[in-house]
């Protein structure tokens, strides 16, 4: 058994800043092969899109909206990963959701996390 343990989240005022955390905890995760782990975010009425990727080798991918204000991190050894959203706007409003994929494409998801920009 395994679980995504997200934190975070938060009411920020547009321009200011949020650290989201991710870290894997179980057994589940020690045999598996992780691929890449990254962020994806649902506002309301819309679907879920990708914010952010980073493999297991480094590589980085962003969504266009994100370029240059989010930043994507991990901690191989403790199987965590990192969102660091500066200059929020109010249409980052979503809820975040951690993700881990491995080396067979299987989907491991966290349970969210609110993130409102809001003056």
């Known amino acids: 058994q395994g679980q995504l343990v997200e934190s975070g989240g938060g009411l920020v005022q547009p321009g200011g800043s949020l650290r989201l955390s991710c870290a894997a905890s179980g057994s589940i995760f020690y045999n598996i092969n992780i691929k890449s782990m990254g962020w994806y975010r649902q506002a309301p009425g819309k679907q879920r899109e990708l914010v952010g990727v980073?493999?297991?080798?480094?590589?980085?991918n962003y969504a266009d909206s994100v370029k240059g204000r989010f930043t994507i991190s991990r901690d191989s050894a403790s199987d965590t990963v990192y969102l660091q959203m500066n200059s929020l706007k109010p249409e980052d409003t979503a809820v975040y959701y951690c993700?881990?994929?491995?080396?067979?494409?299987?989907?491991?998801w966290g349970q969210g996390t609110q993130v409102t920009v809001s003056s």
């Open positions: 993700n881990i994929r491995d080396s067979a494409y299987t989907d491991y």
């Open positions: 980073i493999t297991s080798d480094g590589k980085t």
